[in-house]
């Protein structure tokens, strides 16, 4: 499916024509220059990779400099392989801007990486309801997960249980957004919904 990489600007709300306050997600997308085209005789599979955001010479390495001037763009920061699903003709050094492939009132997913949290407790992590709750095993530690298997068989803790550990910072795609507004003069799509990472975020917007 084709698509284009984007950053988050953050969210908002609008009204529907019903006069409903719709939650919604401002990301700019685009524009993005085509910066290699993989096609089956030389590659084995068809794709196109789009470049976004561009940074100074001195950010670069040399294979990259290389890479982006064979495009004739300057360097970018980020690099996404999409799908040959374009529409028209795709080559080497275009631009892909976001009335190229998306229309209002479209469903979107959109993919990026979740706010890190660092470690968590069960409590946080996995809505444990702590002392007073639910939770077996325990009594007096407020925020323990408490019992997990027995004692003399198996003797051990089962792998997958749910324990503390790292939160967040995974790549996380959210299905079926519907594009709520498109304003092509400022690369700019607000969606419905919420969308994963924090604001400034890459995302990638699939159509």
Known sequence: MPGLIGKKIGMTSVFGADGKNIPCTVIEAGPCVVTQVRTVEKDGYAAVQLAYDEISEKHASAP???????????????????????????????????????????????????????FQGVVHRYHFQGVGGATHGQHNRLRHPGSMGASSYPS???????????????????????????????NLIVVKGSVPGAKGSYVIVEA
Request: hydrophobic share 40%; glycine share 12%.
């Open 64 to 118: 990259l400099k290389g890479h982006f001037a064979k495009a004739g763009t300057a360097p970018m920061r980020k690099l996404v392989e999409f799908p040959m699903d374009f529409k028209g003709e795709i080559k080497l050094g275009d631009t892909v801007k976001i009335e190229d492939v998306f229309t209002e009132g479209e469903f979107v997913d959109i993919a990026g990486t979740s706010k890190g949290k660092g």
């Open 156 to 186: 051990r803790v089962f792998p997958l249980q749910r324990m503390g550990g790292h939160m967040g910072n995974e790549r996380v795609k959210v299905l079926n957004l519907s594009i709520i507004k498109l304003i092509p003069e400022n």
